[in-house]
């Protein structure tokens, strides 16, 4: 993203010219704090629909993965088992944003000597 930055403003990268980066990193904080907000109610939202729908058709104890699936039975019918499959697998693309940014710190963290 950084390197994105650069290209398009052509500044400095943060690293390389820290004295500047006040303006950028309280930009950075509010895109940060604005989008895990967004997500959060988005997730609270999906959390509570979902307790709803089960509640009302009588399912409120899940234990296993199996019984996860089969508790979309009411809203996917005979695909339940395929939509959980597909949502547990759609959660691995998910994380690699994740795991690549956090890797990514690091190493610059590990450059720096922090």
Do not use: N, W
Not at 30 to 35: L, N, Q, R, V
Request: with cysteine; hydrophobic share 50%; aromatic share 6%.
């Amino acid at each position: 993203m950084e390197f994105e930055e650069e290209r398009r403003h052509h500044a400095k990268p943060l690293c390389v010219s820290p004295k500047g980066t006040d303006p950028e990193l309280a930009r950075i904080r509010i895109d940060t704090i604005t989008g895990m907000a967004f997500s959060s109610l988005v997730s609270l939202a999906i959390v509570f629909a979902t307790a709803a729908t089960l509640h009302a058709h009588g399912i409120t104890d899940i234990a296993t993965s199996a019984q996860a699936a089969e508790a979309l039975r009411p809203i996917a019918g005979d695909l339940a088992f395929a939509l959980f499959a597909v949502g547990i697998i759609g959660t691995g693309p998910l994380a690699v944003p994740v795991l690549a940014g956090s890797a990514a710190y690091a190493e610059r963290d590990v450059r720096l000597g922090l």
